[in-house]
């Protein structure tokens, strides 16, 4: 079966495109990171512009997986990297059962102080489950820190979702038939990129 990826909504040109099915195991994402170096590394991205899009991608696949292990173990995650002279578009369509932005985003307040933040965390941790995620073929408990979708908020200049069903139809609001998330970010790069 062929997936159709939403298209990013940009004019320009796309430069370079790399899709990766990533297996449910977190012992796979030093690989990733690995070939998202070497894509910086091919392409001369400064190195601003590689660790942040080396961070974003880890934060999304590692949220991904873990979603997806809770709620559709057999399947696996497809990551779509685009880049352009301008900008670095990340999407992961994963089998996580969606999930809602604004919540995620807010759900451990700041606090105005260290403190009242550090309380606010703990209070978090202690009523949040923990996930469990395979790692090297053994399951694992991840903590859950809820801080992953807001650091990556923090960097991008676009991050939306689009949920999908089994038979992998697209749709901007989440249902009971729900399968999935396709989320995308897109990252305005700061430096110069190599074209050729």
């Given at each position: 079966?062929?997936?159709?990826?939403?298209?990013?909504?940009?004019?320009q040109q796309e430069i370079?495109?790399?899709?990766?099915?990533?297996?449910?195991?977190?012992?796979?994402?030093?690989?990733?990171?690995?070939?998202?170096?070497?894509?910086?590394?091919?392409?001369?991205?400064?190195?601003?512009?590689?660790?942040?899009?080396?961070?974003?991608?880890?934060?999304?696949?590692?949220?991904?997986?873990?979603?997806?292990?809770?709620?559709?173990?057999g399947e696996k995650i497809?990551?779509?990297?685009?880049?352009?002279?301008?900008?670095?578009?990340?999407?992961?369509?994963?089998?996580?059962?969606?999930?809602?932005?604004?919540?995620?985003?807010?759900?451990?307040?700041?606090?105005?102080?260290?403190?009242?933040?550090?309380?606010?965390?703990?209070?978090?941790?202690?009523?949040?489950?923990?996930?469990?995620?395979?790692?090297?073929?053994?399951?694992?408990?991840?903590?859950?820190?809820?801080?992953?979708?807001?650091?990556?908020?923090?960097?991008?200049?676009?991050?939306?979702?689009?949920?999908?069903?089994?038979?992998?139809?697209?749709?901007?609001?989440?249902?009971?038939?729900?399968?999935?998330?396709?989320?995308?970010?897109?990252?305005?790069?700061?430096g110069p990129f190599l074209?050729?």
């Amino acid at each position: 079966m062929e997936i159709e990826i939403p298209s990013y909504r940009y004019e320009q040109q796309e430069i370079m495109g790399q899709v990766l099915l990533m297996p449910l195991d977190l012992g796979a994402i030093p690989e990733m990171r690995r070939q998202l170096q070497s894509l910086a590394n091919e392409k001369q991205l400064g190195e601003e512009d590689a660790f942040h899009l080396l961070l974003i991608t880890d934060e999304l696949m590692t949220n991904a997986m873990i979603a997806t292990y809770n709620h559709s173990p057999g399947e696996k995650i497809l990551l779509h990297i685009r880049l352009s002279p301008q900008w670095a578009g990340i999407c992961l369509l994963d089998y996580g059962g969606g999930f809602d932005l604004s919540d995620t985003l807010n759900k451990i307040p700041d606090g105005g102080t260290l403190q009242e933040f550090m309380n606010n965390l703990r209070l978090y941790k202690n009523e949040s489950k923990p996930g469990f995620i395979p790692y090297n073929k053994r399951i694992v408990e991840h903590p859950r820190f809820g801080r992953g979708l807001r650091i990556v908020a923090g960097l991008v200049s676009s991050l939306t979702l689009a949920f999908h069903g089994s038979d992998l139809s697209f749709s901007d609001n989440r249902t009971d038939s729900t399968r999935g998330t396709l989320v995308k970010a897109i990252y305005d790069l700061k430096g110069p990129f190599l074209e050729n």
